[in-house]
Structure formats: C-alpha cells, structure tokens
C-alpha cells in the first residue's frame, strides 16, 4: 500500500521560508515521478514542481527562482524548499507519486493527505 506523509507546513509571514517533506513508502521510489501539488480555497489543484527518479526538475513558473525541489532516494523522500514566500503561495500543499510510465497524469499515481501553508502579509 502507498503511503506518502508530507510534513512541514505552518505559518511564516511574507519573505519567509519553509520546507516541506513528503515521505514515500509502498513504492519503489526511483521508478516513481514525485511532485508537489497545491490547491488554494476556490482554486483547481496545480502543479508546483516534479523531479524524475534520475533528478530532473520542473516548476510552475510562479515559483521558479524562489522553490527548490529535491528527493533522496536513500531516504525515500522529497523536499520542497519554499523561499520568498508571498500571500498567494498560501494553498494546501499535497505530495504526489507516479510511475514513470504514468508520469502523463499525476490523478493515475498517488497523494498524500496534505499540509496546509498560509503566508501572511
């Protein structure tokens, strides 16, 4: 079973920092495609950044410069490393896992419950 647990969300004022974790288990990590996912009140779900098992990135151009996506594969776990932090960043941020083979659409592989994070003004 798939189990993925994000942790490190919370409330830092605008400029701040945090850094999110999400720890995989139940998968065989390298295969899997991992992301970040956010979804603010009234809003669609949408994609914050991925990395590939071999390291490769991608972000959202509303982060890009300020978010930082990494895994350690030992470890079974990603990071996102949120920098720069603005009002509208404030979303529920959700872990994702998906197969390489899959990797077309993230709804075929699977999420973690989510962690709330709210910047403030």
């Known amino acids: 079973q798939v189990q993925l647990v994000e942790s490190g969300g919370g409330l830092v004022q605008a400029g701040g920092s945090l850094r999110l974790s999400c720890a995989a288990s139940?998968?065989?990590?390298?295969?899997?495609?991992m992301g970040w996912y956010r979804q603010a009140p009234g809003k669609q779900r949408e994609l914050v950044a991925r990395i590939t098992g071999g390291g490769s990135t991608n972000y959202a151009d509303s982060v890009k410069g300020r978010f930082t996506i990494s895994r350690d594969n030992a470890k079974n776990t990603i990071y996102l490393q949120m920098n720069s932090l603005k009002p509208e960043d404030t979303a529920v941020y959700y872990c994702?896992?998906?197969?390489?083979?899959?990797?077309?659409?993230?709804?075929?592989?699977?999420w973690g419950q989510g962690t709330q994070v709210t910047v403030s003004s």
């Open positions: 994702n896992a998906v197969h390489t083979v899959l990797a077309h659409d993230p709804n075929l592989g699977s």
């Open positions: 139940g998968i065989i990590f390298s295969f899997n495609i």
